[in-house]
């Protein structure tokens, strides 16, 4: 029985390692497709970690909606725009990346301040279990409004996109 | 070491995220880079909500349902903002920011 606990781990230090090469290859790459790919790695690894928390349905989704669509739409978005093989030269460059680099680890060592300072204790009881069919249940009663907004929200965007992109090849947006 | 069943291990994987994020909204410098960047920043938030859901939420199923949302809003926020850099394009063959910054002549 152990031994399945330390595959679990391993797993756990894999999907780790996915989500933080996924997400240097997409911050730091050439090109931007190597950067929509970093991204699919690193959303595919953070899919992983849900399954560690308990969540299967969340895993699939991540899949599903971050990897399956956004991905994806993102590539398009490479591929309509400017030419793949770009922006070498325009990333920063010596001295704003040690910038960059600095105040970004100045927040990080601010949020781990805060989270080595802080204790979170369990809840005293829990109610229902991870299950999809008590999150259906909460979905439909306690936040029915706010999933009926999301569904407004996506059917905006999507008529939005629709509208913006609707130009001709060279025209203004009409 | 088991280090997949503690809080904070969850929470400073969100947090070395959302720093992640942060880096490449600056050092990004055009818009599609920016936009994976903020998927960057939603994915943190996202692992946070999932992390305190499954240590110490009292319902475990509001945790769940708060990351759908994130996701969804990500979804509708990317093909917003893809549209947009496409028209961005069309319009100023480029998508440097830096030359992007006049709205309207």
Avoid: W
């Avoid at chain 1, 910038?99 to 990080?108: D, E, K, M, R, Y």
Wanted: charged share 10%; aromatic share 10%.
């Amino acid at each position: 029985m152990i031994v399945y606990r330390y595959i679990a781990e391993a797993l756990f230090y894999a999907f780790m390692i996915l989500t933080f090469m996924g997400a240097f290859m997409a911050v730091r790459s050439q090109m931007l497709m190597h950067a929509v790919v970093g991204l699919a790695v690193s959303l595919l690894g953070i899919a992983g970690l849900y399954f560690h928390l308990g969540s299967t349905f969340l895993a699939v989704m991540q899949v599903l909606i971050y990897v399956g669509a956004v991905c994806i739409m993102i590539a398009m978005g490479v591929m309509l725009g400017n030419t793949p093989r770009q922006i070498a030269e325009k990333n920063l460059k010596g001295r704003n990346v040690l910038l960059a680099i600095g105040s970004c680890s100045a927040v990080f060592i601010s949020l781990f301040v805060v989270l080595a300072q802080t204790g979170f204790a369990p809840a005293a009881e829990r109610i229902g279990d991870m299950s999809i069919s008590f999150v259906g249940e909460n979905l439909l009663l306690q936040y029915c409004l706010a999933f009926e907004l999301i569904s407004v929200i996506l059917l905006t965007a999507i008529i939005g996109s629709i509208i913006l992109g609707r130009g001709g090849r060279d025209g203004a947006v009409k | 070491m088991i280090i997949s069943d503690n809080l904070n291990t969850y929470l400073i994987i969100a947090a070395i995220l959302l720093v992640i994020g942060l880096y490449g909204m600056i050092q990004h410098r055009s818009l599609i880079g920016m936009l994976i960047s903020s998927e960057f920043l939603m994915n943190g938030a996202a692992l946070n909500f999932m992390a305190f859901n499954t240590f110490t939420a009292p319902n475990p199923a509001v945790g769940q349902i708060y990351t759908l949302f994130i996701m969804g809003l990500a979804a509708a926020e990317a093909a917003i903002a893809v549209s947009i850099i496409i028209v961005v394009y069309r319009r100023f063959r480029d998508e440097d920011p830096a030359i992007v910054q006049d709205m309207k002549h």
